[in-house]
């Protein structure tokens, strides 16, 4: 199975998914795969909503697979649902997210924690400093001399930096500054 690209729906009140190669599958504690990798991405991008979540199927720890594939379907609940031509999981493999029509909006106390989560991106503060540079515009030797660092240094910071986020061009960086707000102005 490749989950290169996958686009989550729901359908008579369960999670379904459908992959690249057009296979639709319900979501279940069986689906392993989406449960690693999506666990992995909520408690490294969004490590709020991983503990909020983890704190609300505490319950179910003592059974591991259980546990994590609860902590990941309310994810995708909260996040995804809408089938439509933006895929939840990209060739990337990163997330978009996806403002999920929801009932409890407006009062859930886990808005703005699981539902609508705040992307942490990970990044040293020493990358995030050279990144804010340079999407501000500065060229590198530019930055270089701001603050002190040697070129090396500087595409080092910008090359980890976009290996980490799984970007690989200053475009597709710009992008996704702008999408997670990671330079608040």
């Not at 690209?5 to 979501?27: H, I, K, P, Q």
């Amino acid at each position: 199975m490749s989950l290169k690209v996958v686009e989550f729906f729901n359908y008579n009140d369960e999670l379904w998914y459908r992959l690249a190669d057009g296979t639709v599958s319900r979501f279940t504690e069986s689906s392993v795969e989406i449960i690693k990798l999506l666990s992995r991405k909520i408690e490294d991008f969004y490590p709020k909503a991983y503990e909020a979540l983890s704190r609300e199927y505490e319950a179910c720890k003592g059974n591991m697979p259980f546990y994590m594939y609860r902590i990941v379907l309310r994810f995708c609940r909260c996040n995804f649902g809408n089938i439509d031509s933006i895929n939840d999981i990209d060739a990337l493999g990163r997330l978009n997210l996806e403002c999920v029509p929801c009932p409890l909006r407006g009062e859930c106390p886990l808005e703005g924690v699981v539902c609508n989560p705040e992307f942490d991106s990970q990044l040293r503060p020493s990358e995030l400093r050279v990144l804010e540079l340079w999407y501000e515009g500065n060229s590198k030797d530019e930055i270089a001399n701001r603050l002190y660092l040697s070129l090396n240094t500087v595409n080092n910071h910008i090359r980890n930096a976009y290996s980490r986020l799984g970007i690989r061009e200053k475009a597709e960086f710009f992008r996704y500054a702008e999408k997670n707000k990671l330079f608040k102005q």
